[in-house]
T-cell receptor, first 110, second 115 residues
Framework: GENVEQHPSTLSVQEGDSAVIKCTYS??????FPWYKQELGKRPQLIID?????GEKKDQRIAVTLNKTAKHFSLHITETQPEDSAVYFC?????????FGQGTELSVKP | GAGVSQSPSNKVTEKGKDVELRCDPI?????LYWYRQSLGQGLEFLIY????????KSGLPSDRFSAERTGGSVSTLTIQRTQQEDSAVYLC?????????????FGDGTRLSIL
């Protein structure tokens, strides 16, 4: 079955810097890759997703890249702000269930 | 409704008791998913529904866990003879169709504590 590895587990950046979180997946049939942001005690919220027919997608300060050959995808956050502090999860799917990475705790220091 | 609704928000029960968790998906969403999140951990898939059918139950940890969905809407996750390792946040999500590549939207979850 699918397995998703996520790195780093914790990431601390200064406000205004960029943050990058990386994930690898094992199942070459996976074709959908969402990213969720989860603040403490809150529900996971979808922030961006990418499908396998696209290599990159951007939404304001957030971008995701996908390398199908290498089976990895990354989240890029530019001009980080304190409110970006949260746990970020990547996931992969080939239909139906999502398989999640273990999460990255991002801390943005003012 | 406007979003995925789950109840109860918190449940504390004694080991050995049965519990029922409820999920009301976004109106019109045909696919419904259950996940479990243990403290400080990622999300673990349990089961998903296409309409009232469950084509993938592969994530249910044991035969003490079961789920059903009626009328293509509300779903109930039942845990029988609860154990302490069942303590976790149980999250429900829904998507517009069962076909892959559709965004899944989560509820606030039920925090289950087994004493």
């Amino acid at each position: 079955g699918e397995n998703v590895e996520q790195h780093p587990s914790t990431l601390s950046v200064q406000e205004g810097d960029s943050a990058v979180i990386k994930c690898t997946y094992s199942d070459s049939a996976s074709n959908y890759f969402p990213w969720y942001k989860q603040e403490l005690g809150k529900r996971p919220q979808l922030i961006i997703d990418i499908r396998s027919n696209v290599g990159e997608k951007k939404d304001q300060r957030i971008a995701v890249t996908l390398n199908k050959t290498a089976k990895h995808f990354s989240l890029h956050i530019t001009e980080t702000q304190p409110e970006d502090s949260a746990v970020y999860f990547c996931a992969a799917s080939n239909g139906g269930k999502l398989i999640f990475g273990q999460g990255t705790e991002l801390s943005v220091k003012p | 409704g406007a979003g995925v609704s789950q109840s109860p928000s918190n449940k504390v029960t004694e080991k050995g008791k049965d519990v029922e968790l409820r999920c009301d998906p976004i109106s019109g969403h045909t696919a419904l998913y259950w996940y479990r999140q243990s403290l400080g951990q990622g999300l673990e898939f349990l089961i998903y529904f296409q309409g009232n059918s469950a084509p993938d139950k592969s994530g249910l940890p044991s035969d003490r866990f079961s789920a059903e969905r009626t009328g293509g809407s509300v779903s109930t996750l039942t845990i029988q003879r609860t154990q302490q390792e069942d303590s976790a946040v149980y999250l429900c999500a829904s998507s517009s169709t069962w076909a892959g590549n559709q965004p899944q939207h989560f509820g606030d979850g039920t925090r289950l504590s087994i004493l």
